[in-house]
């Protein structure tokens, strides 16, 4: 099994509601990312844990706010977005640090924030 | 400053057709090189990953060079077809930061009938 399944695979939301992406993987990864990707540009890193702890946050703005439950789910909340942030958001894990290993990306959740 | 340059930004080929897509990067240090292909709204899928001492790797229809020298990278593909249609992003992971991956901004190519 080398699927990494995020859910829902469309998601349209108001700027005051609050929402959640989840990803799931079942390969034993321990590092797992979340990355946003406009039309037409390559995926932006936004987070990445590490053994269930957040290593990297990209000075990404509070209203996403991520969790990693247990090491095989990470989910992204949502609350009070703006239309700017309508994207493509992919979720992606790796059995380590990427200087070694592969990475493994799940199918996205297209978002519109109206 | 870590880049990927790939070239061209879109690419329009006949199906059965050979292509050969660049890719330029200024990483450093460099830990390795990866090809993806991304349908349009999905996510991307790993066609091949290269570590410094690889020149060559194949996966199918697609085979990447890499010249750790020059830091360049090349994406052949034999035989296209209609499928082959996607962007394809060339990306670098740096050798610190965990292995940051450095992402070019892609080629569109686009298989004709």
């Known amino acids: 099994d080398t699927e990494v399944t995020q859910t829902p695979k469309h998601l349209v939301m108001g700027m005051t509601n609050k929402k959640s992406l989840k990803c799931e993987q079942h390969?034993?990864?321990?590092?797992m990312y979340w990355y946003k990707q406009k039309a037409k540009k390559p995926p932006e890193l936004m987070f990445v844990y590490s053994y269930e702890k957040l290593s990297i946050n990209e000075s990404v703005p509070s209203r996403f706010s991520p969790e990693c439950p247990n090491s095989s789910l990470l989910n992204l909340h949502l609350h009070a977005l703006q239309p700017e942030d309508s994207a493509l958001y992919l979720c992606?894990?790796?059995?380590?640090?990427?200087?070694?290993?592969?990475?493994?990306f799940g199918q996205g959740t297209r978002l519109t924030v109206v | 400053k870590n880049q990927v340059e790939q070239s061209p930004q879109s690419l329009i080929i006949l199906e059965g057709k050979n292509c050969t897509l660049q890719c330029n990067y200024t990483v450093s240090p460099f830990s390795n090189l990866r090809w993806y292909k991304q349908d349009t709204g999905r996510g991307p899928v790993s066609l091949t990953i290269?570590?410094?001492?690889?020149n060559t790797k194949s996966n199918g229809r697609y085979t990447a060079t890499l010249d750790a020298d020059t830091k360049q990278s090349s994406l052949h593909i034999t035989a296209s077809q209609l499928s082959d249609s996607a962007s394809y992003i060339c990306?670098?992971?740096?050798?610190?930061?965990?292995?940051?991956?450095?992402f070019g901004q892609g080629t569109e190519l686009s298989v004709k009938p």
């Open positions: 990306v670098v992971s740096a050798g610190n930061q965990g292995g940051k991956l450095i």
């Open positions: 290269m570590t410094f001492s690889e």
């Open positions: 390969m034993g990864h321990r590092a």
């Open positions: 992606a894990s790796s059995q380590g640090e990427l200087m070694n290993t592969e990475a493994f």
